[in-house]
């Protein structure tokens, strides 16, 4: 399980561009990590094809720290 | 100036008049150019011709899986999609009170929703590169209408208003879209007008004569260019002076 959650880090850090350190469970990636409304749409098609997964846009919504896209991809991911 | 050396373009309806000549100078200008369309036999002439650099992607675009394949055989061709441009088309006139539901869909499918996919499957590249270029090759008749095109130009005005909501949501990322809007150019699209129509037509540009697919061609490379990236969500009119807007 603790490796789902250090790929979803890996990916935000490498698409956002931001500091490792930065990247806690609770950060939210608009108001922690500096991404726009483009930036969280990039970043959910990216968790889909990371994890071969579909996030329908009302759970994208939902989808608002790094523990929120975790629990998500925990809960619906067939890798 | 309008260097494109090392940019790969896919270009629709590569097979035609306008889309040869904007293959011809996308590639001229350095880029590598997927052609698209439905004349095979075309195509492949037309990639002899420019030689180096120029690959054949054929795709109908009322169809939808082949419109969402297009992508994928141009990105296996050239690498990536740079640049992207719309200029497949279709016409079924026919007046308003007469025109059957399948001439408006298929007019509507081709024209304006395959650009839309088309447009949506490169986003995904261009957004990680940061950088691209979208160009929709519209008609002056999405501007002003005409008698008899009721489809045509709903699917041209549609074009128009699909990039300038594009440009919108992508201009952050270094990617513009924009549209060519040519005005009355000879092709094998105006030459089946009836030659009173043509000679009514011409009288009303103040340029004199009919278009040159070269012209649009031009302005498709400009678009295309480094030098255009701070212009989106425009239409660049090209026609002569038959409609000034």
């Known amino acids: 399980m603790s490796d789902i959650a250090e790929r979803v880090k890996k990916i935000v850090i490498e698409h956002l561009g931001v500091e490792e350190a930065k990247v806690t469970e609770n950060a939210s990636f608009i108001d922690d990590l500096g991404a726009d409304s483009l930036d969280t749409v990039e970043l959910v098609m990216a968790f889909e094809e990371e994890f071969g997964c579909e996030i329908p846009d009302d759970a994208a919504e939902k989808i608002l720290t790094v523990k929120d896209a975790i629990d998500f991809i925990k809960a619906n991911s067939a890798a | ?245």
């Not at chain 2, 009170?97 to 298929?106: A, G, N, S, T």
Request: one cysteine or more.
């Open chain 2, 1 to 245: 100036m309008f260097d494109l050396t090392g940019r790969s373009a896919l270009v629709t309806g590569a097979s035609g008049g306008i889309g040869a000549a904007i293959a011809r100078a996308l590639h001229a200008q350095g880029a590598k150019v997927a052609l698209s369309g439905t004349k095979v036999e075309a195509l492949e002439a037309l990639a002899a011709e420019l030689g180096d650099r120029a690959f054949v992607t054929p795709a109908n675009l009322s169809d939808t899986a082949a419109t969402e394949g297009l992508i994928k055989s141009a990105e296996a061709a050239m690498g990536q999609v740079d640049i992207l441009v719309n200029n497949a088309g279709l016409t079924r006139d026919g007046l308003a009170m007469r025109m059957k539901d399948e001439d408006w869909q298929l007019v509507l499918d081709v024209n304006l929703t395959a650009g839309f996919r088309l447009s949506r499957a490169v986003l995904r590249g261009m957004m990680k590169r940061r950088w691209g270029r979208i160009i929709g090759i519209t008609s002056i008749v999405g501007v002003t209408g005409n008698p008899g095109q009721a489809n045509y130009a709903a699917s041209k005005a549609g074009m128009i208003g699909m990039s300038k909501a594009l440009a919108a949501e992508v201009a952050s990322r270094n990617i513009t879209v924009n549209c060519v809007a040519p005005g009355f150019i000879a092709t094998a699209m105006t030459d089946v007008l009836p030659d009173e129509q043509k000679g009514k037509l011409t009288a009303a540009v103040p340029a004199g004569r009919l278009g040159d697919p070269k012209d649009i061609a031009a302005g498709v490379v400009y678009l295309a260019s480094e030098q255009a990236g701070y212009v989106t969500g425009q239409t660049l009119h090209i026609n002569g002076g038959m409609a000034m807007i």
